[in-house]
């Protein structure tokens, strides 16, 4: 058989594991949806799974960020901070400096992006392995959110709009019976387009080739470092996005928020069946995983199971996903 065929077979063969971890993933979460239906009547009001639906649109953005970074083999454990920096940044912007909303939004988008440009700097240019070097962006992001904000929450109360950017709801005043909030459709239009540029675009080619076998793709001639900060600095424009979602949710910066968050967001990146060696990933799959992480987190809560146990409950499967990869990749 010739290379270019074995290839060929190997890649049909991943992408078969691939739809089937995402059929797992699916599976998974109607089992919980009725499990938790099941064991309270509560769970299934509109209420809820509006507050399901609110909180997986922060965790998902943020999973989408991290699920690019994780297609190329590497990891960024600065997304929780980022995204409180750029919602931090939104509030300088909007309530100290008195700026229009829009300016506000695209301060945000654009400090993550400056932020993930910075990481994929280190990583790129200096050498320095993802986790150290998003390790450290990390704290250097928290220490900026505290002294910017002064070690203050900052609120948005004289900002008008902000708070409809992820609790209004377009689609509700269109058909009021599908109250969705914007920050779920915005978490779709998000998905889309990052699908898109994974699906459509040489730097989603690129995105996949680095994590596939990035020396191959040097020797071919090709700037590895400069596509791989491409995809830090869309990473963390994702990332203001997210920061934006959040603020506008509490209507406040929270500067000590953020730490915490990248866990959430990378369980639903490898529950999704993301690879964590890289060159292998969906956006379906991580919105799945996002969802499950919500859908546990909150049937949990509903069901009165103390914080710890939910915590060590999402450990589990975060492992259990894990693990179900290396098996996959053993049989490719």
Known sequence: MSAAASTASTSAVSRFSGAQHRLLAFASLIILVAVFSFASPNFMQTSNIIAILQATSVNGVLAIAATLVIITGGIDLSVGTLMTFCAVIAGVVLTFWGMPLGLGVLAAILAGAASGTLSGTFVAKLKIPPFIATLGMMLILKGLSLVISGTRPIYFNGTPGFTQISQGSLIGSVIPSLPIPNGVLILFLVAIATSFILERTILGRFTFALGSNEEAVRLSG???????????????????????????????????????????????????????????GTIIGTLIGALIISVLANGLRILSVAQEWQTVVTGSIIILAVYTDILRRRRL
């Open 222 to 280: 090709v700037n590895t470092d400069r596509w791989k900060i491409a995809v830090y600095a869309l990473a963390g424009s994702i990332c203001g996005i997210a920061g934006l979602l959040i603020a506008s949710r509490l209507n406040s910066a929270q500067p000590a928020l953020g730490q915490g968050y990248e866990l959430d967001a990378i369980a639903a990146v490898v529950i999704g069946g993301t690879s964590l060696s890289g060159g292998r």
